[in-house]
């Protein structure tokens, strides 16, 4: 430890903390733009800067190493006017378009011209001008709203492993980008989001179905069918301003019934189908000698990046579908047979906490029916906006539960959203048909926690099989690589696309630097998910008793040819 000085107070510091992170474990508060801990410090934004003692310039106290008796001052008459001045300089190059701008209210930018003290621009002159990026089925990029600070590109490859995008030209043609001013949905963007909600304005957003579902409610020869994934009823309640880590699962079905969707479900049942479809799978797979380790199939994010950086291991993803894939094809087939309903007419929309699930659902491979099983996906964010757009007053809505049947779920299916979820639920009904046995303890926590890999051996039986969980395709990448070079092996892999799995997915709610400095954003949206899993009477997905009747009523057992044809896939690229 260190002996340093912040605005006149003696703190002791670890020698290794920059002085933006002394600051703020001391409780100062210092602004910045493009910091993201650990992940982004490259004192680009220049809103960071501090006063040190003896020393000549102001410095970017988020580059700024400590150092013992260093004197700092956070808070003088030259920072203030520096950091405003650096502040006016960045938005003389910026659309201000506040009132139509996507982040308007939780844009750290307009926050911080609030909290400096902007009122007018000194510096007018001339803006980059770049066209909006559309071209991908998930993202839309707006360059005019782009202040370079790099967080995207820095999570895009020392998160993801992605490396889609990076900085183009040079000086004030500076844009961000994918190579040869291609768009996003001409390379190896695997549509995770991640980018967008570290983004710290609207340069980035998903690309919205908003209308789209609007128009298929008021349309009277249409079906429709709403189902919401796990990780959104972690985190909806943050777009109405209840803390973080408010389950509002109630208040959501509430709010679906107002707006006007003729079923709403939950992809819950999907994810308890998913979990007796693969569990059965990976039996399978062990006994009969199949292709191991096997690994998950239902983080859209996670495929892509397989087909583009693995396709080698293609032949390990489960051939499941993902779950709200599985319960969109229910219900264009099993549903619209037992209501006489022509699939034609059902409209299924997934409320998905989750930008790359807007891909998926155009995948050629998810429309065995002949009709995508999916017709449109929403976002956690885009779900608010149409509240709000419905005047629905979210915090006054009672609790209500979901419509039968397919609402009905068990807690091994609530904590698919997060890292680790799908496997414990897996292991929840594995390990009682291996040893057709009770489980004694229903928690595996061996796979649960948020860091980026996790590794287990489980007893099944008279077998020991050895698990891993990667969470990030960052995560993945390293996991698959020491698979490949033969240092690990094991039986099964669960891989989530996005760090944390679901709950930190591209489409939920905004949280900023600040906020995630102070709070511990993940482990309270885990721990929503948690909690709705212990409050549930039935927590193994085989005994979820709707999941029983629709394999008496149609797919007779799990992994039958029915099931094959409607919840499996391949894909081959
Ligand atoms: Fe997930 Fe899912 S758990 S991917 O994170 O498997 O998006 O929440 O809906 O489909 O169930 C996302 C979340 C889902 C699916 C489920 C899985
Ligand atoms: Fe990179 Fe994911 Fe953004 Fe694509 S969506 S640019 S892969 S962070």
């Given at each position: 430890?260190?002996?340093?000085?912040?605005?006149?107070?003696?703190?002791?510091?670890?020698?290794?903390?920059?002085?933006?992170?002394?600051?703020?474990?001391?409780?100062?508060?210092?602004?910045?733009?493009?910091?993201?801990?650990?992940?982004?410090?490259?004192?680009?934004?220049?809103?960071?800067?501090?006063?040190?003692?003896?020393?000549?310039?102001?410095?970017?106290?988020?580059?700024?190493?400590?150092?013992?008796?260093?004197?700092?001052?956070?808070?003088?008459k030259r920072v203030r006017e520096a950091r405003k001045v650096n502040l006016e300089l960045l938005l003389s190059n910026h659309n201000r378009e506040c009132t139509s701008c996507e982040r308007s209210g939780n844009c750290e930018l307009q926050r911080l011209s609030d909290e400096i003290g902007i009122r007018n621009i000194e510096f007018i002159g001339e803006k980059t001008v770049k066209p909006v990026d559309t071209s991908s089925p998930s993202i839309v990029r707006d360059p005019s709203k782009c202040i370079l600070c790099g967080r995207c590109i820095s999570v895009c490859s020392k998160v993801q492993g992605v490396s889609a995008i990076g900085f183009r030209n040079r000086g004030f043609k500076t844009t961000v980008g994918p190579i040869f001013d291609k768009g996003l949905g001409e390379v190896d963007c695997i549509n995770c989001g991640q980018c967008i909600i570290n983004c710290p304005v609207g340069a980035l957003k998903e690309k919205e179905s908003i209308d789209y579902v609007w128009d298929a409610i008021?349309?009277?020869?249409?079906?429709?069918?709403?189902?919401?994934?796990?990780?959104?009823?972690?985190?909806?309640?943050?777009?109405?301003g209840l803390?973080?880590?408010?389950?509002?699962?109630?208040?959501?079905?509430?709010?679906?019934?107002?707006?006007?969707?003729?079923?709403?479900?939950?992809?819950?049942?999907?994810?308890?189908?998913?979990?007796?479809?693969?569990?059965?799978?990976?039996?399978?797979?062990?006994?009969?000698?199949?292709?191991?380790?096997?690994?998950?199939?239902?983080?859209?994010?996670?495929?892509?990046?397989?087909?583009?950086?693995?396709?080698?291991?293609?032949?390990?993803?489960?051939?499941?579908?993902?779950?709200?894939?599985?319960?969109?094809?229910?219900?264009?087939?099993?549903?619209?047979?037992?209501h006489g309903l022509d699939p034609k007419d059902i409209f299924v929309v997934s409320v998905m906490p989750c930008t790359a699930k807007k891909f998926e659902a155009k995948r050629e491979e998810l429309r065995e029916s002949g009709f995508p099983d999916v017709d449109a996906v929403i976002t956690t964010r885009e779900l608010a906006k149409m509240i709000k757009q419905a005047s629905i007053d979210f915090n006054k809505l009672p609790d209500e539960d979901f419509d039968e049947v397919f609402g009905e779920s068990t807690g091994a299916s609530v904590i698919f959203g997060v890292t680790g979820g799908v496997m414990e639920a897996a292991l929840r009904t594995v390990s009682e048909v291996v040893t057709n046995k009770p489980l004694e303890k229903i928690k595996f926590n061996e796979v649960r926690g948020l860091e980026g890999i996790k590794e287990a051996e489980i007893t099944l039986g008279d077998k020991n099989i050895k698990i891993a969980v990667a969470n990030s395709t960052g995560c993945a990448?390293?996991?698959?690589?020491?698979?490949?070079?033969?240092?690990?092996?094991?039986?099964?892999?669960?891989?989530?696309?996005?760090?944390?799995?679901?709950?930190?997915?591209?489409?939920?709610?905004?949280?900023?630097?600040?906020?995630?400095?102070?709070?511990?954003?993940?482990?309270?949206?885990?721990?929503?998910?948690?909690?709705?899993?212990?409050?549930?009477?039935i927590r193994k997905s085989h005994e979820n008793p709707m999941i029983k009747m629709i394999y008496d009523e149609f797919f007779e057992k799990p992994n039958s040819h029915k099931a094959h044809e409607i919840l499996h896939t391949h894909y081959v690229k």
């Amino acid at each position: 430890m260190i002996n340093v000085t912040i605005d006149g107070k003696n703190y002791k510091i670890p020698e290794n903390y920059t002085v933006l992170k002394a600051c703020r474990e001391a409780g100062v508060y210092v602004p910045t733009l493009c910091y993201l801990e650990g992940i982004n410090q490259v004192g680009s934004c220049r809103l960071c800067l501090v006063e040190v003692e003896r020393q000549k310039n102001l410095k970017a106290s988020c580059v700024l190493p400590v150092a013992e008796g260093m004197v700092i001052k956070t808070n003088t008459k030259r920072v203030r006017e520096a950091r405003k001045v650096n502040l006016e300089l960045l938005l003389s190059n910026h659309n201000r378009e506040c009132t139509s701008c996507e982040r308007s209210g939780n844009c750290e930018l307009q926050r911080l011209s609030d909290e400096i003290g902007i009122r007018n621009i000194e510096f007018i002159g001339e803006k980059t001008v770049k066209p909006v990026d559309t071209s991908s089925p998930s993202i839309v990029r707006d360059p005019s709203k782009c202040i370079l600070c790099g967080r995207c590109i820095s999570v895009c490859s020392k998160v993801q492993g992605v490396s889609a995008i990076g900085f183009r030209n040079r000086g004030f043609k500076t844009t961000v980008g994918p190579i040869f001013d291609k768009g996003l949905g001409e390379v190896d963007c695997i549509n995770c989001g991640q980018c967008i909600i570290n983004c710290p304005v609207g340069a980035l957003k998903e690309k919205e179905s908003i209308d789209y579902v609007w128009d298929a409610i008021e349309d009277p020869s249409k079906y429709v069918i709403v189902q919401t994934a796990p990780a959104v009823r972690a985190a909806l309640g943050e777009e109405f301003g209840l803390p973080i880590g408010t389950r509002v699962t109630g208040k959501m079905a509430a709010a679906l019934r107002r707006m006007g969707f003729d079923k709403v479900f939950d992809t819950d049942f999907g994810a308890d189908l998913t979990i007796m479809e693969e569990g059965f799978e990976l039996l399978d797979r062990i006994q009969n000698g199949g292709k191991l380790p096997m690994v998950t199939s239902c983080s859209p994010g996670w495929i892509k990046y397989c087909e583009h950086f693995h396709p080698d291991m293609l032949e390990n993803l489960s051939t499941c579908k993902s779950p709200h894939e599985m319960l969109g094809a229910v219900m264009k087939t099993y549903f619209a047979q037992k209501h006489g309903l022509d699939p034609k007419d059902i409209f299924v929309v997934s409320v998905m906490p989750c930008t790359a699930k807007k891909f998926e659902a155009k995948r050629e491979e998810l429309r065995e029916s002949g009709f995508p099983d999916v017709d449109a996906v929403i976002t956690t964010r885009e779900l608010a906006k149409m509240i709000k757009q419905a005047s629905i007053d979210f915090n006054k809505l009672p609790d209500e539960d979901f419509d039968e049947v397919f609402g009905e779920s068990t807690g091994a299916s609530v904590i698919f959203g997060v890292t680790g979820g799908v496997m414990e639920a897996a292991l929840r009904t594995v390990s009682e048909v291996v040893t057709n046995k009770p489980l004694e303890k229903i928690k595996f926590n061996e796979v649960r926690g948020l860091e980026g890999i996790k590794e287990a051996e489980i007893t099944l039986g008279d077998k020991n099989i050895k698990i891993a969980v990667a969470n990030s395709t960052g995560c993945a990448n390293k996991l698959l690589e020491k698979v490949k070079s033969g240092e690990k092996e094991y039986h099964f892999i669960e891989i989530m696309g996005c760090p944390g799995g679901c709950i930190n997915g591209g489409g939920q709610p905004f949280v900023s630097d600040k906020t995630k400095t102070e709070e511990d954003v993940l482990g309270k949206r885990a721990n929503a998910l948690y909690e709705e899993d212990e409050s549930k009477t039935i927590r193994k997905s085989h005994e979820n008793p709707m999941i029983k009747m629709i394999y008496d009523e149609f797919f007779e057992k799990p992994n039958s040819h029915k099931a094959h044809e409607i919840l499996h896939t391949h894909y081959v690229k």
